[in-house]
Nanobody, 122 residues
Framework: QVQLAESGGGLVQAGGSLRLSCAASGSFLSIGAMGWYRQTPGKQREMVATITSDGNINYATSVKGRFTISSDNTKNTVYLQMHSLKPEDTAVYYC????????????????WGQGTQVTVSS
């Protein structure tokens, strides 16, 4: 099994910054990509930012120029540095890991964290 442990959410004023972290642990051989999605009540979960194991990065248009995703492959950890936060960034942020090669399954698996709340006040 693979566990994703998120941290760094909280309450911040508009214009402020937060940094999210997500560490993967468990019995796995490799991770294809990690990243962050977010979800607000009544809406679908949306991609925020992703980074592949070889460093390819993708951002949602709404966060480009404000958020930066990075990873430390030696620690199996992904970070999301968020600047210039807006009230519309308020959501539960979920870490995910995809194309994870595990010893207990014949094909790569995807995993989600439990989510961390980010609230931006106006």
């Amino acid at each position: 099994q693979v566990q994703l442990a998120e941290s760094g959410g909280g309450l911040v004023q508009a214009g402020g910054s937060l940094r999210l972290s997500c560490a993967a642990s468990g019995s796995f051989l490799s991770i294809g990509a990690m990243g962050w999605y977010r979800q607000t009540p009544g809406k679908q979960r949306e991609m925020v930012a992703t980074i592949t194991s070889d460093g390819n990065i993708n951002y949602a248009t709404s966060v480009k120029g404000r958020f930066t995703i990075s990873s430390d492959n030696t620690k199996n950890t992904v970070y999301l540095q968020m600047h210039s936060l807006k009230p519309e960034d308020t959501a539960v942020y979920y870490c995910f890991a995809e194309r994870v090669v595990v010893t207990t399954a014949p094909s790569p698996q995807d995993y989600w964290g439990q989510g961390t709340q980010v609230t931006v006040s106006s």
